[in-house]
């Protein structure tokens, strides 16, 4: 098969095994044979991120990974509660739409697009709305500028103040280190297309037992999407609530499988190593980047445009797409830059056969930096 590399911040690049996974006899989703499955998915997406069985549970959605974040903040707010909502991008964004969309109260917290998140300014914006504010909401990687946000410090926060913590780790689950007992994780979404590398289809979430019974009698705000539901129906009947995307769900038990055959830790590495040849082969090139190295997830670098007026984004993009690379463009006020992600089944190889062709595309067009 023809091996694309996908710079863009999923659906990741992945293995032909898992591509082949997907290839399976015809099944119905509410045999017994499926269930088993569905259920060793569940209980290996807990021990990604070292969530005992016995506190945590997995939920899965059709869906994109958005469908998880509804999910979470349509399901979670208390009746006559508020929910927090710190925002430095896109993601953070569009959790406030969804809890806009479900008329939830909220209070914004936003510290812009690329901004770092002022930990001091959320502690006292949270003790001060103590009793009004329910749960509060964070992204971990904001993958639209690709920084890592200080979770497991919000986290602590939150519990100090007796609220949920929800933490949207879509692009960072299975590709930085997380422990949801550490980070004092309530809810934690993900999704199976990214630094899980399986296919796109399969929205997750990761919940406290406790959390999740405690939201049971809520108001219910969607009927497709409601959490406990989803959750209940499965634990109750072992079958899911709705029709699940079976082959999708093959080939996340075989991503699994391969990210626990690599090892966490070689993941985390991997990703690094592909972060570090990004960024010094951009850096080589005279390229300059959006945040400080240590601020950096570590999983996607935003870059600069050239001011040269031979750039074009476009022919760049067509440039690189012909090769087998794609490259993908920035976001919001971040318009005059682009993104590129070092997550999915590829390595430093990759990355500076990537950086040869960028090179390539610079020269042959008299591009300067
Ligand atoms: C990818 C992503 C999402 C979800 O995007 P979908 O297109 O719905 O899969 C949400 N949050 C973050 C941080 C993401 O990176």
Request: neutral net charge.
């Amino acid at each position: 098969m023809k091996r694309n590399i996908l710079l863009n911040p999923g659906p990741a690049t992945t293995s032909d095994t898992v591509k082949m996974a997907m290839v399976v006899p015809d099944i119905c989703p509410r045999e017994e044979e499926f269930s088993r499955l569905v259920k060793s998915v569940c209980r290996d997406l807990l021990k990604v991120v070292n969530a005992p069985e016995s506190e945590f549970a997995a939920v899965l959605f059709a869906g994109s990974g958005t469908a998880a974040m509804d999910a979470v903040i349509n399901s979670t707010v208390a009746p006559g509660g508020k929910i927090a909502i710190i925002i430095n991008g896109a993601y953070g964004e569009r959790m406030l739409k969804i809890a806009a969309a479900y008329k939830i109260p909220y209070i914004e917290i936003n510290f812009g697009a690329g901004g770092k998140i002022d930990i001091g300014r959320v502690e006292t914006i949270l003790s001060e709305n103590r009793g009004a504010l329910t749960a509060v909401a964070m992204v971990h990687h904001e993958t639209t500028t690709g920084i890592l946000n200080p979770a497991k410090e919000i986290g602590v926060i939150s519990k100090k103040y007796n609220m949920a913590f929800i933490l949207d780790s879509i692009s960072s689950f299975a590709g930085v280190a997380i422990d949801a007992k550490e980070f004092n994780i309530d809810f934690m979404m993900s999704t199976s297309n990214k630094c899980i590398q399986g296919m796109a289809g399969v929205a997750f979430v990761i919940c406290r037992k406790a959390a999740l019974e405690a939201v049971k009698n809520y108001e219910k705000r969607s009927f497709y999407l409601d959490l406990y539901d989803q959750y209940a129906h499965f634990e109750q009947r072992g079958e899911s609530r709705f029709t699940p995307p079976v082959q999708v769900i093959y080939a996340l038990r075989r991503a699994l499988d391969e990210y626990f055959i690599e090892g966490g830790p070689n993941r985390f590495k991997r990703y690094e190593k592909n972060w570090k040849t990004l960024r010094a082969g951009l850096l080589n090139l005279g390229f300059r980047l959006l945040h400080d190295e240590k601020d950096e997830s570590k999983i996607l670098l935003t870059v600069h445009e050239p001011p040269d007026p031979n750039y074009d984004f476009k022919k760049m993009h067509d440039y690189l797409y012909a090769l087998g690379f794609t490259i993908y463009p920035g976001k919001m006020n971040l318009l005059k830059t682009f993104r590129l992600a070092n997550m999915g089944d590829i390595n430093s190889e990759d990355i500076n056969n990537f950086i040869s062709a960028l090179s390539d595309y610079l020269k042959s067009n008299d591009i300067k930096l």
